[in-house]
């Protein structure tokens, strides 16, 4: 059976910048509205007992994600990962992946049909 492939989101350091919604609309070129490979979602902020404010922010992919098809068959890293600047996306395949989320305090990862 062939390995399937997904990406990891490190969500703890995503900063918010928006710059995976950005690199994948420009890949895929959905110039207009919402449609994206990915959206990012906040949460906050909310105070902690410590008094701290907290933010969340989240990128989750949408049914339009392939995982950068074009790009990976040419070797290359999906195009959200490669201009992640907190390097909070990975790229690899689901075994790889779950190895690197047990490090990981805040990760999820998407699998899309393949
Ligand atoms: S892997 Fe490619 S298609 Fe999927 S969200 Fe990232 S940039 Fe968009
Ligand atoms: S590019 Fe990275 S840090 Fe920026 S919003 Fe997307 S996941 Fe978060």
Redesign the pocket.
């Known amino acids: 059976m062939a390995e399937k492939y997904g990406l990891l989101?490190d969500?703890a350091?995503?900063?918010?910048?928006?710059?995976?919604?950005m690199?994948c609309k420009v890949e895929h070129g959905w110039a207009a509205g919402e449609a994206n490979g990915?959206r990012?979602f906040e949460d906050g902020p909310r105070m902690m007992p410590d008094g701290k404010y907290e933010y969340t922010?989240l990128?989750v992919m949408t049914s339009l994600c392939d995982l950068c098809a074009d790009r990976t068959a040419a070797g290359k890293l999906p195009t959200?990962v490669h201009?992640?600047?907190?390097a909070?996306?990975k790229y690899g395949t689901v075994d790889e992946l779950t190895a690197m989320a047990k490090d990981m305090p805040r990760t999820w990862i998407y699998v899309p049909e393949q």
């Open positions: 989101i969500y350091w995503c900063t918010g910048c928006h710059s995976c919604e690199a990915v990012l922010y990128p959200c201009h992640c600047q907190s909070c996306m």
